[in-house]
Every structure is written in structure tokens, then in C-alpha cells.
């Protein structure tokens, strides 16, 4: 049973690049988010999503983009990588909360953009 | 939003139960009480969440005051691997589902062996 599946683990990119952080869940969850983490903070949400095709804006969405084709799957995309997007990033899923479900977190993708 | 607060810090011995306090003043009557907790180097993960009603479950105890002004989560006995950063958060139930929790800086568990 694997979960919510994260990959890469590590990535370090130059100020430019981009890339696709994946995330991947088995469990026929409807919602996905992800989150960002930075030392000594809580967790602040970038997107989030009800469902396949719709997608919809958190607290720091600026400099990500997502989209939700399937209900597996939900990439986050870093267009052009700048070093205040150093963070850890946390992709989870869930239920509804009438299922009285609870969040859904992968281990994490620690990016390094320098 | 409602908001939360909690101690930055606690520490506790091993195998002694551990009493984790939040206050959240301005909750309203449809918000879940929910915690989390996120070991080093994980995501967070689920704890408990409760609404009126003490919740116990295998991980711990949930104790929600009669005005529901505060609330403690309660580990029973604590084990090294309970060290972690435990978030208490408010979610109104009558949003679509609860994938915009917002999670605040937790307070960090110290277990002392």
C-alpha cells in the first residue's frame, strides 16, 4: 500500500530551470494539494484540487503551476526556478470530509535552487 | 480564519503520558478540532480530530473543553518516537473537504529518555 508517492526525494536546481515535481496516490482520492514547507514555518498550501480538471489557487501560488488530468496524479510545476523556491514540498491527498477523512502526506521533496 | 496557539516547546519523560495543550478562542460552531503530528524528515501525519466529544483513538486522546475554546491532545505514554512537531488545527466542516488545512508552527515534543 504505497500512499502518496513523492519523486525525486532531492533536487537541486539552477536560478532558470524548471521542473516537474510529481506526486502519485493509490488510495482513489479526490483531493490532492500540495504544500511548501521553509525551516522553522508551518506548512502553507501552493494549489489544491477536488478533482480531475479542476485545480484552483492556496496562500503562495505564485511561480507554480499544476494541473489534474487524472485522479492519481498531480504534478507541480516550477517554470522558471528562482532561490526563494528553496523549500521542502509536501504533496497530500484526502477524502471529502464527509468521509471523515484525513490528510494524506508523502515524505516530502526537499529542492535546493541556487 | 479561525486560529490556533500553541506552545512553541515541551518536553516530557519517557513512558509518562503528555499533555499537549492549543487554544483556539474564536472557533465557530462547525469547526473540526484536528492534529497532526510530523516526525524529522517526514510529512505530517493524522492523529485525531473531534468536533464536541472527547475522541480517543490507538495513537492517543483528544479532550475538548465544554466551550470549546481549547483542547488537549493526550499521549498516554510516550515513547522516543513521539518526538515530533504536533500541529493543532481548526477546519470548518461546511467547506468541500479539508485540503486547505492550514498549519501553523506546531509545538515541538522533546522526549527525554
Known amino acids: 500500500n504505497a500512499g502518496v508517492t513523492q519523486t525525486p526525494k532531492f533536487q537541486v536546481l539552477k536560478t532558470g530551470q524548471s521542473m516537474t515535481l510529481q506526486c502519485a496516490q493509490d488510495m482513489n482520492h479526490e483531493y490532492m494539494s500540495w504544500y511548501r514547507q521553509d525551516p522553522g514555518m508551518g506548512l502553507r498550501l501552493i494549489h489544491y484540487s477536488v478533482g480531475a480538471g479542476i485545480t484552483d489557487q492556496g496562500e503562495v501560488p505564485n511561480g507554480y503551476n499544476v494541473s489534474r488530468s487524472t485522479t492519481e496524479d498531480f504534478p507541480l510545476r516550477l517554470l522558471s526556478a528562482a532561490p526563494s523556491q528553496t523549500s521542502v514540498y509536501f504533496c497530500a491527498s484526502s477524502q471529502p470530509v464527509s468521509y471523515n477523512s484525513p490528510l494524506h502526506f508523502g515524505n516530502g521533496t526537499r529542492l535546493t535552487v541556487t | ?113
Open chain 2, 1 to 113: 480564519d479561525a486560529k490556533t496557539t500553541q506552545p512553541n516547546s515541551m518536553e516530557s519523560n519517557e513512558e509518562e503520558p503528555v499533555h499537549l495543550p492549543c487554544n483556539h478562542s474564536t472557533i465557530s460552531g462547525t469547526d473540526y478540532i484536528h492534529w497532526y503530528r510530523q516526525l524529522p524528515s517526514q510529512g505530517p501525519e493524522y492523529v485525531i480530530h473531534g468536533l464536541t466529544s472527547n475522541v480517543n483513538n490507538r495513537m492517543a486522546s483528544l479532550a475538548i473543553a465544554e466551550d470549546r475554546k481549547s483542547s488537549t491532545l493526550i499521549l498516554h505514554r510516550a515513547t522516543l518516537r513521539d518526538a515530533a512537531v504536533y500541529y493543532c488545527i481548526l477546519e470548518d466542516i461546511s467547506n468541500f473537504g479539508n485540503e486547505k488545512l492550514t498549519f501553523g508552527t506546531g509545538t515541538r515534543l522533546t522526549i527525554i529518555p
